[in-house]
Antibody
Framework: EVHLVETGGGLMQAGGSLRLSCAASGFTISSNYMTWVRQAPGKGLEWVSVIYTGGGTYYADSVKGRFTISRDNSKNTLYLQMNSLRAEDTAVYYC???????????????WGQGTLVTVSS | QSALTQPASVSGSPGQSITISCTGTSSDVGGYKYVSWYQQHPGKAPKLMIYDVSDRPSGVSTRFSGSKSGNTASLTISGLQAEDEADYYCSSYTSSSTYVFGTGTKVTVL
């Protein structure tokens, strides 16, 4: 059974750094693309970053240059290194699994429960 | 990377059908068939309802269907039920190899 568990959230001061982890089980993260999505309190979903099977990484403009997505295949774990945190980064951060087929994108089919990051100014 | 545009709210009575629109550009919705829809109940993680514009994952009710015309995708919920009351988000792959979500739509069952 597929499971994703995010950890690492907490209360941080603006300008600080935090690393989120997403431990995966039931599948191999390197065989799928993995993404981070966040949701500020009372707001909608915002796509943050993706790492593709080949290792390519992409970011939303709002976090580019400050956040880094990575994975440890040996630990089957996805990470999000967040630097220069701002108050507007306050949100629940979800990791999700994506699946590409030969001509299909099967969407973000499994999600973690989310971890709350609060940045105080 | 502007969010896709969705109506803030849509409502309907039990048994009715409702449609939620999702408008983007030729660089996202209009350029690819990689449009997905997600349902989110309060305090819960999103759930995939539709992928590739109109395909349903295993286990998702056939009352949910998707379509696309030009730069606008749509999600239709037929035979509306109380359990369908939730927030709904569209998502699209983009020409920059990124993804973008819609602004979200709150569905209310009257």
């Amino acid at each position: 059974e597929v499971h994703l568990v995010e950890t690492g959230g907490g209360l941080m001061q603006a300008g600080g750094s935090l690393r989120l982890s997403c431990a995966a089980s039931g599948f191999t993260i390197s065989s799928n693309y993995m993404t981070w999505v966040r949701q500020a309190p009372g707001k909608g979903l915002e796509w943050v970053s993706v790492i593709y099977t080949g290792g390519g990484t992409y970011y939303a403009d709002s976090v580019k240059g400050r956040f880094t997505i990575s994975r440890d295949n040996s630990k089957n774990t996805l990470y999000l290194q967040m630097n220069s945190l701002r108050a507007e980064d306050t949100a629940v951060y979800y990791c999700a699994r994506g699946v590409f087929g030969s001509s299909s994108d099967y969407g973000f089919d499994y999600w973690g429960q989310g971890t709350l990051v609060t940045v105080s100014s | 990377q502007s969010a896709l545009t969705q109506p803030a709210s849509v409502s309907g009575s039990p048994g009715q059908s409702i449609t939620i629109s999702c408008t983007g550009t030729s660089s996202d919705v209009g350029g690819y068939k990689y449009v997905s829809w997600y349902q989110q109940h309060p305090g819960k993680a999103p759930k995939l309802m539709i992928y590739d514009v109109s395909d349903r994952p295993s286990g998702v009710s056939t009352r949910f269907s998707g379509s696309k015309s030009g730069n606008t995708a749509s999600l239709t919920i037929s035979g509306l039920q109380a359990e369908d009351e939730a927030d709904y988000y569209c998502s699209s792959y983009t020409s920059s190899s990124t993804y973008v979500f819609g602004t979200g739509t709150k569905v209310t069952v009257l």
